[in-house]
């Protein structure tokens, strides 16, 4: 499978959408800050799954329907940052879709999740992670879980790998930066976390009108599982 993220920056970006889909034909994606009022039902053969409600920059997510059923979502606030408090830009960060893959013949769990931004602490960030990565296996109770999207962790990855590997999942970087903007905050803030899935290539795409490279990821279901 192909799962397209793509932080949309305030939506400017949702014009590149069916460009990119015709591009790197992928099975799923997974936006973040859209403008979700304004996003088709489908986008070449993909339709949309789910998307927040609350938020004035929002999550959403496509897939293909020839390869899936759509089962059920679930969308959630997590703990809020100072920034969130005062500018309310996003009150659900995690958008959890669970599909039925019509080939495999069993379910999957995916989700775009956005975390807080860069003035809030890595500490509040893992909160979210871990708060997210528990209420995806809520919806789907050990089914192959996959998280993608702006997890805003600019250092301390490794550590971060280390902690998400206790609780079972595997952190994984794209081959190279999908933020560029400030000098300073350059890095890898596009990433995937998976659970009882094989990733691939994480291949980081051309830049468009977004301060957020999109990344695309192949992922396939381990053996035995």
């Known amino acids: 499978m192909r799962i397209l993220s793509y932080n949309l ?3 400017a970006a949702a014009g590149e959408l069916d460009a990119r889909v015709e591009r790197w034909d992928p099975d799923v994606i997974c936006l973040q800050e859209a403008n979700v009022e304004s996003l088709p039902t489908k986008i070449d053969g993909l339709r949309l799954a789910a998307a927040t409600q609350r938020n004035r920059l929002g999550l959403a997510m496509y897939f293909r329907e020839s390869s899936y059923r759509f089962v059920e979502s ?3 606030g997590l703990k809020r940052s100072l920034h969130d408090i005062v500018l309310k830009p996003a009150h659900e ?3 959890g879709v669970q599909l039925y893959d019509i080939d495999a013949g069993r379910e999957i769990t995916m989700a775009s999740f956005h975390a807080a931004p860069l003035t809030a602490l890595n500490s509040l960030r893992r909160t979210q992670i871990r708060a997210a990565l528990q209420a995806l296996e809520s919806l789907g109770p050990g089914t192959p879980t996959f998280m993608v999207g702006d997890y805003n962790y600019p ?3 490794e550590r971060l790998g280390d902690r998400i590997r206790e609780h079972g999942y595997d952190m994984t970087l794209s081959n190279s930066r999908t933020y560029t903007r400030y000098r300073f905050f350059k890095g890898h803030y596009d990433f995937v976390m998976s659970r009882g899935l094989s990733i691939g290539d994480v291949v980081t795409l051309p830049q468009g009108a977004s301060d957020h ?7 396939e279901y381990r053996r035995g599982r």
């Open 155 to 157: 250092v301390f990855k």
């Open 9 to 11: 920056r305030k939506h």
């Open 213 to 219: 490279f999109p990344i695309l990821v192949e992922a």
């Open 74 to 76: 679930v969308s959630m």
């Open 93 to 95: 960060r995690l958008l």
